[in-house]
């Protein structure tokens, strides 16, 4: 987080409704560090129940919180603009926001490759430079501007089956991370990927109780995200890889 004394702190989070960008939130929210007062957040997701819950929590504990229910894929810059709409600037986009499609190579089909392309690879593009601009157009007082901070995966770095398409969208966002990291160095902005391993998620649906047993939680993924907002101004933390105890599952 950018340490001026009397600054707000407006953290624009995508995926807040579950997972892992749900376990991001409560992170924040019950930090040490955090000075409540100054944190204004901005959360988005496709289901709005999901987002008012956090908010009614959010706002007990005084931070005011703006809701965005929105498809990504149909509105990649909505969540930023209302952000910055409501409390005039940006320090942190934390996109937690994805998709996966899995199946055998020659059994995905052309919906899913849509599906996952636009949400994972199109929007993310989309809202990663809204998300640029907006920090770039700020002054530049202390040398740092703001922090991105991408949930990619393992999958950005090794193959796995079942999960061409993934594998795909995911080497995609850690390719334009590592262009704008190059940006970055000069504007103040730091770019952060974070390589999860399997955590347990919605997204996983149904699992054996053998799987489960050698996964993550979303927590545990979510803790070093968010000292990573917390990293001194001089550094910029780039990859942080997180993988269950026994390696990937
Ligand atoms: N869990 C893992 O093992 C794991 C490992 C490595 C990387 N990752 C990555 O981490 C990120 C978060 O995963 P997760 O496990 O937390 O997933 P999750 O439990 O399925 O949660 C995903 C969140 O993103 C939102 N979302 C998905 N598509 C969206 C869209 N088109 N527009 C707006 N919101 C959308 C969902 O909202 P709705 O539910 O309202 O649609 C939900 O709140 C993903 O990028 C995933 O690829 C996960």
């Known amino acids: 987080m950018n340490?001026?004394?009397?600054?707000?702190?407006?953290?624009?989070?995508?995926?807040?409704?579950?997972g892992i960008g749900r376990a991001f939130v409560y992170t924040l929210l019950s930090h040490p560090g955090?000075?409540?007062?100054?944190?204004?957040?901005?959360?988005?997701s496709r289901t709005l129940s999901d987002l008012a819950?956090?908010?009614?929590q959010a706002e007990s504990i005084g931070v005011e919180t703006e809701i965005v229910d929105a498809d990504l894929s149909l509105k990649p810059t909505l969540a930023v603009e209302r952000a910055v709409n409501r409390f005039k600037r940006l320090d942190?986009?934390?996109?937690?926001?994805?998709?996966?499609?899995?199946?055998?190579?020659?059994?995905?089909?052309?919906?899913d490759l849509n599906d996952t392309v636009k949400t994972n690879v199109e929007a993310t593009f989309l809202l990663l430079q809204h998300a640029y601009r907006v920090m770039k157009s700020s002054p530049k007082e202390s040398g740092l501007r703001g922090q991105i901070q991408v949930i990619t995966s393992v999958a950005a770095?090794?193959?796995?089956?079942?999960?061409?398409?993934?594998?795909?969208?995911?080497?995609?966002?850690?390719?334009?991370?590592?262009?704008?990291?190059?940006?970055?160095y000069q504007d103040g902005i730091r770019i952060l990927d974070i390589r999860a391993g399997a955590a347990l998620t919605p997204m996983w649906g149904e699992v054996g109780a053998e799987l489960e047993s050698r996964?993550?939680?979303?927590?545990?993924?979510?803790?070093?995200?968010?000292?990573?907002?917390?990293?001194?101004?001089?550094?910029?933390?780039?990859?942080l890889t997180i993988r269950p105890l026994q390696g990937d599952v």
């Open 215 to 239: 996964m993550m939680k979303a927590e545990d993924v979510a803790k070093p995200m968010v000292e990573a907002l917390f990293s001194s101004e001089r550094t910029s933390m780039e990859v």
């Open 53 to 56: 819950s956090l908010k009614t």
């Open 3 to 18: 340490s001026h004394p009397v600054e707000e702190q407006v953290i624009v989070v995508t995926g807040a409704g579950k």
């Open 157 to 184: 770095e090794r193959p796995f089956p079942q999960s061409a398409i993934y594998c795909m969208t995911k080497y995609a966002q850690r390719g334009l991370l590592e262009v704008m990291r190059g940006y970055g």
């Open 34 to 44: 955090l000075d409540r007062k100054k944190l204004k957040l901005c959360l988005a």
């Open 92 to 111: 942190a986009l934390i996109h937690c926001a994805g998709v996966g499609r899995f199946g055998d190579f020659l059994s995905l089909t052309k919906e």
